[in-house]
């Protein structure tokens, strides 16, 4: 019987708070320096930017002559807040990192790929190594008699 070492499923919460180096596959030589989506502060973040989305749809909608507010677009909103809790650095790619810069570009649909790119990285820093050990199996009962 195969059984799952519980000490492996334990998150390393200083590593997914500061932040640490993860390559993204897709672009080679390209690595983002990211805290895990577990943050506490982008969680709290995150939550209130989903609690504006769906008041602003389920607002009535303006009158007639009256313009209707600017949508919040998700991902532009997300890639906002991976700027400024998520996203620490970047390499390998021709611009410099500054947080001026990546505010710039995750705030940007155009620049969508890049908002994935840095979300796959920051759900990467906070996955195990599931370690399994071996467990002797042992009958619970007699066997039965062959017949």
Partial sequence: MTVVKLASLK??????????????????????NVSSLHLPAYQAARDDLLMRIARQASQAKPKPGEAAPAKLDMKVELGKLYA???????????????????RDVLGDPEYRNVVAAVEWCAGKLSEVNVEFVEAEVKNSGKPSAAA
């Fill in 11 to 32: 998150a390393d919460l200083k590593r997914e708070a500061e932040g640490d180096w993860v390559a993204f596959p897709d672009w080679p030589g390209v690595e983002f």
């Fill in 84 to 102: 400024e809790h998520l996203l620490h650095g970047w390499r390998g790619l021709d611009v410099t990192y500054s947080p001026e810069t990546a």
